[in-house]
């Protein structure tokens, strides 16, 4: 018998894992899937030509400076850094006009604004200030017990756009924002709560740089190595079905497919929404069962290209796409600059996810080098590689970037994110009160449920 079972073998779990092993207590790690890393994976480019090998991820591959419990793991693994090949111009389409700027517009824009109307961009800039100043209102940690929580949870940010915004560029600008960031799903705006937005600027905000470096061979290349001294305390493959506490036992029982496994505490380290499979005894209370219900993940597919070179530097261009295009609204270079390659990440979110995973795969590919091509240019159409990644197609993840709220949920359940259910405790990049939807959340919140069992059990 172990001390203590993490279910979930992505970042936070193998986290957790590590910490208590530290503290001197057993561990066991179940994991559903049949590979440890959860929406933290990578894969290789099978393209001639390569300086080195040539690695891309399919999940999450950024790091901001302030990402400081991730940026020790990745130097206690060896893992080297660079910066984000965000050089250049930017491209911004939007209807019929195009336009290059200097400046990333992840929502907040830096630098020189891009050519669109005096009268689009001043409507945006003024939304822009107010919906800063609710965002500053906000304190750090969850925000449910805000005096003014109430109220912005009862509200959609489609509600906060239709009433501060007057133009259609202004309208999007929001509208993209909230599909485009980590911490917001993606969500289309009429689904996500106002609070969850604000919220998510406040305590993950763009304006700290949370997309400043890659990391050579990919992030998704850690998972293996914090699993690698978990040895037979690993199990792959054993989807959890129940969690039970025997009622006036300091015991709980997890129950697979397979084995019956007894330990003194149990860390769940999984979306909410894929903890609503598992069964528990005692039951667990209503606002966490309404959180596991009402958490959605969020509806994105991640597409990797690449070029045997990265071109759009040539001209003068950034290799960051953004607008209103049909099935693209983001993209950004990639490249490993050991590889000599050139890799745009592009995605497809939200309600156009929906209507592009319905197209065959050659329309599929052919939709978003179109794109790339409104973006970039007609080389944008004759890449080496392409590769798809449908997050909402994975059984044991079920969406990414990660889940979000809609009106009503925080101030419903905010508190059964985190509050232990009896000895079982919860693990997730989502139950993060800083960096929700990073990395460094998920660092963080496996850091923090490893303490407190490690508390627990003494």
Same mark, same amino acid.
């Given at each position: ?99 290059? /700027? ?6 907040? %824009? $830096? @630098?020189? =604004?891009?050519?669109? !109307?005096?009268?689009?961009?001043? &409507? ?6 107010? /919906? ?6 906000? %304190? $750090? @940690?969850? =925000?449910?017990?805000? !005096?003014?929580?109430?109220?912005? &949870? ?305």
């Amino acid at each position: 018998m172990n001390d203590v079972v993490v279910v979930g073998a992505g970042l936070a779990g193998l986290v957790a894992a590590r910490q208590l092993r530290r503290a001197g207590l057993s561990v066991g790690v179940i994991e559903a899937a049949p590979s440890v890393g959860g929406r933290m994976v990578r894969t290789p480019l099978q393209v001639e030509g390569a300086r080195t090998p040539a690695w891309v991820d399919l999940g999450g591959q950024w790091v901001g400076p302030s990402h400081s419990r991730f940026l020790a793991l990745l130097e206690a693994h060896g893992l080297r850094r660079f910066p984000s090949p965000h050089g250049g111009e930017t491209v911004l389409c939007f209807g019929s006009h195009r336009c290059t /700027f200097s400046g990333f517009f992840q929502g907040f %824009p $830096e @630098g020189q =604004p891009p050519s669109v !109307p005096s009268r689009d961009w001043d &409507d945006a800039m003024a939304a822009l200030k107010q /919906f800063q100043a609710l965002v500053a209102s906000l %304190p $750090e @940690g969850h =925000p449910h017990h805000h !005096p003014g929580a109430a109220e912005l &949870d009862r509200l959609s940010f489609q509600d906060w756009i239709d009433a501060h915004t007057h133009t259609p560029f202004a309208a999007w600008y929001f509208a993209y924002f909230c599909r485009a960031v980590g911490f917001l799903g993606p969500a289309e705006p009429d689904q996500v709560s106002l609070l969850h937005v604000a919220w998510g600027q406040r305590t993950a905000s763009q304006g700290d740089h949370p997309e400043e470096d890659l990391i050579h061979g990919g992030a998704g290349q850690l998972p293996a190595l914090l699993a690698a001294g978990l040895g037979d305390a690993l199990v792959l493959g054993e989807p959890v079905r129940a969690i039970l506490q025997p009622e006036g036992e300091a015991a709980v029982e997890v129950i697979t497919d397979r084995a019956s496994h007894h330990c003194r505490a149990v860390i769940v380290a999984m979306p909410p929404a894929l903890a609503g499979a598992i069964r528990f005894t005692p039951a667990l209370p209503t606002d966490r069962l309404a959180l596991q219900e009402g958490m959605a993940m969020g509806n994105c597919t991640k597409v990797l290209i690449a070029y045997g070179r990265p071109w759009w530097r040539e001209a003068g261009l950034s290799g960051i796409g953004i607008g209103d295009r049909p099935w693209v609204e983001l993209c950004a270079d990639s490249s490993d600059p050991e590889t000599g390659l050139g890799v745009l990440a592009a995605f497809v979110v939200g309600r156009r996810r929906e209507r592009w995973a319905a197209l065959g795969a050659d329309q599929r590919r052919a939709a978003v080098l179109e794109d790339l091509a409104a973006y970039f240019g007609p080389m944008a159409l004759e890449p080496l590689e392409y590769v798809e990644k449908n997050w909402p197609e994975e059984p044991f993840v079920g969406g990414a970037f990660a889940a979000w709220m809609p009106p009503g949920l925080w101030t419903r359940s905010g508190d059964a994110l985190l509050r232990p259910h009896g000895r079982v405790f919860w693990a997730g990049t989502e139950v993060a009160e800083r960096w929700p939807g990073f990395f460094e959340g998920a660092v963080d919140s496996g850091e923090r449920a490893a303490a407190a069992v490690a508390a627990l059990l003494g």
